[in-house]
Nanobody, 120 residues
């Protein structure tokens, strides 16, 4: 069994910053890619950022230069530092990870989501 626990969401003002965390626990042999998605009301879920096990990163064009994804492999945790937030980025933010469970195979897991609200 694997569990992802997200934290760090909340209310932030226009131009403010927020740091999200997502910790994986359970039956984990290793973790491959980790990432963040978001879903705004009435919109499809979209990819925000991703990071490989080697540390290579990829960002949506809309967040480049403002968001930073990082990971702590010792803690099985991925972070998303969000700066200069905009109201249109109000959404539920979800982390996802590709976890190798050894004998049991490799699966993608999702967190429960954390709400980020940017007020103007």
């Amino acid at each position: 069994h694997v569990q992802l626990v997200e934290s760090g969401g909340g209310l932030v003002q226009l131009g403010g910053s927020r740091r999200l965390s997502c910790a994986a626990s359970g039956s984990i042999f290793s973790i491959n890619a980790m990432g963040w998605h978001r879903q705004a009301p009435g919109k499809d879920r979209e990819s925000v950022a991703a990071i490989t096990s080697g540390g290579s990163t990829n960002y949506a064009d809309s967040v480049k230069g403002r968001f930073t994804i990082s990971r702590d492999n010792a803690k099985n945790t991925v972070y998303l530092q969000m700066n200069n937030l905009k109201p249109e980025e109000t959404a539920v933010y979800y982390c996802n990870t590709e976890i190798n469970r050894g004998y049991f195979g490799t699966y993608v897991y999702w967190g429960q989501g954390t709400q980020v609200t940017v007020s103007s």
